[in-house]
């Protein structure tokens, strides 16, 4: 795999494994390492390989965002069963720490920098917005 600059016609390869599934920025890529119970973690990694380190273990954590590395910083992560109510967790990279956002969590979206998700069900379902760049 590897990833072109449209500006400067450079090309990086990602060095990457046949069990890994990758989605790579510019800055970070998200390697989720594949078992036959399904991923069994998820690691963050340059394009080239360098920094790579994990952010999550075990088949119960799942990237929720179709981007890696939101803002060059941030990672979504829910845990659980994605059919049932979930729990929301927030990596981020300056700090190298995962801090839980929400508990009984639906549906998840993020846009512009913006994350988005929903708790409840019918006449108590509740969307909540936490917009990451104002997080110091």
Known sequence: ???LDLGTGERVRVPVSAIEIVTCSP?????????RSGVSRIDLMRP??????RIAGGAA????APDAALLDRFEVMSEG????????KLYDE???????????VGGIAVR?????WSTGRDA?????????RTLA
């Open 61 to 64: 954590a799942t990237a929720s």
């Open 112 to 116: 512009s920098g913006v994350l988005w």
């Open 81 to 88: 069963d994605p059919e049932k109510p979930r729990l929301l």
């Open 124 to 132: 108590t379902l509740r969307w909540h917005a936490l917009d990451l």
């Open 94 to 104: 300056t700090s190298r720490t995962t801090t839980r956002v929400a508990g009984g």
């Open 48 to 53: 080239d390989g360098a920094e790579r380190h």
């Open 27 to 35: 800055v970070w890529c998200r390697v989720r390492v594949v078992a």
């Open 1 to 3: 795999m590897g990833l």
